[in-house]
C-alpha cells in the first residue's frame, strides 16, 4: 500500500521520500513585491505585499515585480520659485532656500527677485528736481549731480539759476 502523504494544504507538494513524507512549501508566485508564505490554519499561499522604503526621502521607492525593490534619486524638488535655491534633504525632503541675491554691480538700477522670473534690475531716477542741477546716474557711484552754468556770455549780465 502506498504511503499517502497528503497534508491537506494546497501550499505544498507531498512527496514520499525514502518512506518518509515531505512537504515543500511551494508558494512561490515569481512577483520579487510580495513575500509569500503558506497559512498554517487554511493551507493556502498568502502573497503579502513588500514595502519598500530606504528610509531617503530624496529618492522615490518603487517595487518592480522582477527584480524587486529600487531607489531611485529622482524627488523632483522645485518650487517654481526663481528666488529659491531648491535641494532635497535625505532626513526632511525638499528644501526652498530663498538665498538668491540679486546684484548687479550697477547703483543705477534696483535689485530684486521677482518669484516666477527671478532676478530684476530696474532703473533708477536720478531726478532731484532742481533745474539748476545736471543729473545723471553713473554704474559705481549712484545719483550723481553738476550744477548747471548759467551763463549767457555776456559780460552786460549777471548770471544765475533760479531753480
Partial sequence: VPIDCNDGKDCTIDTC???????????DDNNACTSDSCDAFTGFCVHTNITCSDGNLCT???????????????????????????????????????????????????????????????????????????????????CQTNTTICDDGSLCTVDSCNP
Avoid: M, R, W
Fill in 17 to 27: 521520500v525514502n518512506g518518509n513524507c515531505e512537504h515543500e512549501v511551494a508558494c
Fill in 60 to 142: 522615490q521607492d518603487e517595487c518592480n515585480p522582477q527584480t524587486g525593490c529600487t531607489f531611485e534619486n529622482s524627488v523632483p524638488c522645485n518650487d517654481n520659485d526663481e528666488c529659491t535655491t531648491d535641494t532635497c534633504s535625505p532626513s526632511i525632503g525638499c528644501v526652498f532656500n530663498a538665498n538668491v541675491t540679486c546684484d548687479d554691480g550697477n547703483a543705477c538700477t534696483t535689485d530684486s527677485c521677482n518669484s516666477p522670473t527671478g532676478c530684476k534690475f530696474e532703473p533708477i531716477t536720478c531726478d532731484d528736481g532742481n533745474a539748476c542741477t545736471d543729473d545723471y546716474c553713473d554704474a559705481l557711484l549712484g
